[in-house]
T-cell receptor, first 115, second 114 residues
Framework: AQSVTQPDIHITVSEGASLELRCNYSYGATPYLFWYVQSPGQGLQLLLKYFSGDTLVQGIKGFEAEFKRSQSSFNLRKPSVHWSDAAEYFCAVGRGDNAGNMLTFGGGTRLMVKP | KAGVTQTPRYLIKTRGQQVTLSCSPISGHRSVSWYQQTPGQGLQFLFEYFSETQRNKGNFPGRFSGRQFSNSRSEMNVSTLELGDSALYLC?????????????FGNGTRLTVT
């Protein structure tokens, strides 16, 4: 069974600083990887996804993520954080074999932005 | 295009009661999934429906059930509510059932069981 670990439960960064949120997955085959963001009282919004090809993927709101198969990681990055980025971020993995199309989510990382 | 709509937004129920939550997917989306979000367990998959058929089911007791109608709208039902069922229930729709078809989430229904 697949699993996702987000080692950092909380992260605080200053506005304008760079950001990296870590995500490690466990899955035997090529995973389908996603990053979602959830603002308070809201549902989840898709930031970006990786299926195949270029291991550096660009998403919305200036986010990018890099797939590293050797490290089983899919870390999310942003060069300069804005106060509006404060939210909870979820990494998720899906199976590519259509036997189970549900996503398995990590526990989330709550991002706080200092002015 | 309207997003995924979930009703009601908030619900308070008593232990032992049952509850029905509703989800209207994005127009044209035929797959609807349900997830439970709690502080302790995080986001957990409940089930997915496509063309009125349940395609996948997560590891939840039989008290949790769902259905999908011909217009793709979906409902989930929880019977004999327990305190541990208090959670944010999220519905998500997508165009197809393929894992590469991104999920679009609604804002959820916050269920409190007292």
């Amino acid at each position: 069974a697949q699993s996702v670990t987000q080692p950092d439960i909380h992260i605080t960064v200053s506005e304008g600083a760079s950001l990296e949120l870590r995500c490690n997955y466990s899955y035997g085959a090529t995973p389908y990887l996603f990053w979602y963001v959830q603002s308070p009282g809201q549902g989840l919004q898709l930031l970006l996804k990786y299926f195949s090809g270029d291991t550096l993927v660009q998403g919305i709101k200036g986010f990018e993520a890099e797939f590293k198969r050797s490290q089983s990681s899919f870390n999310l990055r942003k060069p300069s954080v804005h106060w509006s980025d404060a939210a909870e971020y979820f990494c998720a993995v899906g199976r590519g074999d259509n036997a189970g199309n549900m996503l398995t989510f990590g526990g989330g990382t709550r991002l706080m932005v200092k002015p | 295009k309207a997003g995924v709509t979930q009703t009601p937004r908030y619900l308070i129920k008593t232990r032992g009661q049952q509850v029905t939550l509703s989800c209207s997917p994005i127009s044209g989306h035929r797959s609807v999934s349900w997830y439970q979000q709690t502080p302790g367990q995080g986001l957990q998959f409940l089930f997915e429906y496509f063309s009125e058929t349940q395609r996948n089911k997560g590891n939840f007791p039989g008290r949790f059930s769902g259905r999908q109608f011909s217009n793709s709208r979906s409902e989930m039902n929880v019977s004999t509510l327990e305190l541990g069922d208090s959670a944010l229930y999220l519905c998500a729709s997508r165009l197809t059932t393929g894992v590469n078809s991104p999920l679009h989430f609604g804002n959820g229904t916050r269920l409190t069981v007292t």
